[in-house]
């Protein structure tokens, strides 16, 4: 965060999943992240670096991928979308696609293979003396943030 007029607390985390609709993850039969730059990517244009990503298999084997990217959407909703229809592979939240997941209609590509985290962050104005309705819904969405980290658990 860059703006020092605000303050931000962690209230959670999320696993950044490898996704694809099955068609397309059909056509990927490799099982490093060596050749996915050859594919379709829907690059999500809200994300700082949006086609660049660090793959990590159990901290023994890293790479650097730059995707080519096939289209840039600057919602995640909409890249979710995208995915659904067979636009490409894409990086999503987990708790996003659990249940796409589930149904079969989204797959974890390459799942042996782990990208970094995403936080979860309630940001606010730093104040010296912060109103206690703003400390206590803070409070209130760190515990919602155990609570929902407990529902996916990696």
């Known amino acids: 965060m860059n703006d020092s007029s605000q303050q931000a607390r962690r209230i959670g985390s999320f696993r950044q ?23 379709p990517f829907i690059a999500n244009g809200a994300l700082d670096e949006p086609l660049v990503w660090r793959f990590t298999r159990r901290d023994i084997d890293s790479r650097t991928i730059r995707m080519r ?40 590509v390459l799942p042996s293979w782990s990208l970094p985290t995403g936080g979860i962050h309630a940001v606010y104005p730093a104040a010296r003396f912060r ?24």
């Open 69 to 108: 990217q096939s289209i840039s959407i600057n919602t995640t909703p909409a890249v979710l979308g995208a995915a659904l229809a067979g636009g490409g592979l894409c990086v999503l939240p987990d708790y996003l696609v659990a249940e796409h997941l589930k149904s079969r209609r989204l797959v974890h």
């Open 131 to 154: 109103p206690p309705k703003i400390t206590a819904f803070v409070a209130m969405l760190v515990q919602e943030g155990r609570t929902l980290a407990s529902k996916f658990p990696e």
């Open 17 to 39: 999943l490898l996704v694809a609709a099955p068609d397309v993850a059909a056509a990927f039969r490799s099982k490093t992240p060596d050749e996915l730059a050859a594919l």
